[in-house]
């Protein structure tokens, strides 16, 4: 059920699946501005790909994608973070390597030649950087291991602060910026930028979903595998200080560590550590 509260606001991309029915909306439009301004590439979308992540047995759940796509030159997956930390970054590289390997091998040879892009647009990312560039390399050298691979995060708060301060730094992330704008936010940015017809084009297209359409926002179950992994970390952080602490008392009665790794369950390593 939608509640009367929720009919009555207007709701922008940041809410993941507003992102999904506008970005795969009129012949990708929005989608394809975005591409452009975030990997540079200048080829449209040629194909809308399942986003369903597959499962190892019938009792997993089928874990949701956001948006994958086919380019000419690549495929990209596209995630919308109401925030981002330990645990949501390790689901995501969870669904980059997934679809990687999916869509690189097969029966003859592994396939080079497309790149796999992951793109995260992160709210309460925090921080005074607006762009965030990741890739499988040597940290000696910056030799790349995988040289077709890479994850970039967008910080998209900070996008909306550069905006707001008028610092020239934001308008190479002008569709971007556009996703998390409310709507009289948005009608500033289109009245500042009149002769740009997407901007337009996304403004009437997000007035007609916001007054036509019916969303479900039934977020129990997001939130619930959330709330569970925030309480498995605190109770693996709180289970690691205390093996911290018996490790320290069992090092003041002289105990080998050998025999203090088996009882705590703690790395050689992190035992010599306390010493």
Not at 38 to 46: A, H, Q, S
Not at 157 to 163: F, G, I, N
């Amino acid at each position: 059920m939608v509640s009367t509260k929720n009919e009555d606001k207007w709701l922008s991309c940041k809410y993941d699946k507003v992102f999904k029915s506008i970005m795969l909306s009129n012949n990708y439009l929005f989608l394809n501005a975005l591409l452009s301004e975030v990997i540079g590439t200048k080829e449209e979308v040629i194909n809308n790909l399942s986003t369903e992540s597959k499962v190892k047995n019938i009792k997993e759940k089928v874990k949701i994608m956001d948006i994958l796509v086919e380019t000419v030159d690549a495929y990209v997956n596209i995630e919308v973070n109401s925030n981002i930390n330990r645990i949501i970054k390790k689901r995501n590289f969870k669904y980059i390597t997934t679809f990687y390997n999916q869509f690189t091998g097969n029966n003859t040879f592994y396939n080079n030649e497309k790149k796999f892009y992951q793109i995260n647009l992160n709210y309460r990312h925090g921080g005074t950087i607006k762009r965030y560039d990741y890739f499988m390399q040597d940290s000696h050298i910056n030799q790349k291991y995988i040289d077709n691979l890479q994850i970039v995060e967008i910080n998209m708060d900070y996008l909306k602060k550069l905006w707001y301060a008028k610092d020239e730094k934001v308008n190479e992330y002008i569709y971007v910026l556009m996703l998390c704008l409310e709507k009289e936010e948005l009608k500033i940015l289109r009245k500042e930028r009149k002769d740009d017809d997407i901007i337009m084009d996304y403004e009437k297209a997000m007035n007609k979903m916001n007054s036509n359409f019916k969303f479900n926002w039934d977020y129990e179950e997001d939130n619930k595998l959330l709330a569970n992994s925030f309480r498995l970390e605190g109770y693996e952080k709180g289970m690691k200080k205390k093996q911290v602490e018996i490790a320290k008392n069992l090092l003041k009665i002289n105990l080998p560590i050998d025999k203090i790794v088996e009882v705590t369950n703690l790395s050689e390593a992190q035992v010599q550590k306390l010493m």
